[in-house]
Antibody
Framework: EVQLLESGGGLVQPGGSLRLSCAAS????????MSWVRQAPGKGLEWVSV????????YYADSVKGRFTISRDNSKDTLYLQMNSLRAEDTAIYYC????????????WGQGALVTVSS | DIQLTQSPSFLSPSVGDRVTITCRAS??????LAWYQQKPGKAPKLLIY???TLQSGVPSRFSGSGSGTEFTLTISSLQPEDFATYYC?????????FGGGTKVEIK
């Protein structure tokens, strides 16, 4: 059974940093591109970032470019999102998902990690 | 960036109704479109990909069609468990984008 389990969410002050992790199981992690998608309270879905299966290629939404860094450790079957210079508008549930443009779909999603940016 | 516009943004049908949701892309995306269902407090669930391919395990009352710039998601006979918010997503080019969502509420 495919499972994605996010961790690392929490309350952080504006300008602070946080790192999210997503532990994957039930599939060959190193063969799939992975993405982060977020959802602000009461709002729609916003794609944040993607990383290729090898980690060699990454893309970001303009709203997080230069502040967030996606990475992965295929030896640990884990996806990461390092978030720096956090702003109030980054407050959201962050989902990791198995998917990328190359796969044509996001077929599995984690349960989400809540990040709240507030003083 | 490719913009996706969903319509309507809100629907209030009855159980058994046929429901159609439209997603329009700001430029041609061939068939690189997916549909998701999201229930309150839950992660999105993939329903349809490549515009018309039903994801494994999804009931056959869900179907998708379209190509280029206009796409539809159809629920042939709405069931109580289908009340949710539906999103389209384009996977033609980065940045990937989602439509604004269509909330389907019980009448």
């Amino acid at each position: 059974e495919v499972q994605l389990l996010e961790s690392g969410g929490g309350l952080v002050q504006p300008g602070g940093s946080l790192r999210l992790s997503c532990a994957a199981s039930g599939f060959s992690f190193s063969t799939y591109g992975m993405s982060w998608v977020r959802q602000a309270p009461g709002k729609g879905l916003e794609w944040v970032s993607v990383i290729s299966n090898t980690g060699g290629t990454t893309y970001y939404a303009d709203s997080v470019k230069g502040r967030f860094t996606i990475s992965r450790d295929n030896s640990k079957d884990t996806l990461y999102l390092q978030m720096n210079s956090l702003r109030a508008e980054d407050t959201a549930i962050y989902y990791c998902s198995r998917g990328a443009m190359s796969s044509g779909r996001f077929d599995y999603w984690g349960q989400g990690a809540l990040v709240t940016v507030s003083s | 960036d490719i913009q996706l516009t969903q319509s309507p943004s809100f629907l209030s049908p009855s159980v058994g109704d046929r429901v159609t949701i439209t997603c329009r892309a700001s430029q041609g995306i061939s068939s690189y479109l997916a549909w998701y269902q999201q229930k309150p407090g839950k992660a999105p669930k993939l329903l349809i990909y490549t515009a018309s391919t039903l994801q494994s395990g999804v009931p056959s009352r869900f179907s998708g069609s379209g190509s280029g710039t206009e796409f539809t998601l159809t629920i042939s006979s709405l069931q109580p468990e289908d009340f949710a918010t539906y999103y389209c997503q384009q996977l033609k080019s980065y940045p990937l984008t989602f439509g604004g969502g269509t909330k389907v509420e019980i009448k």
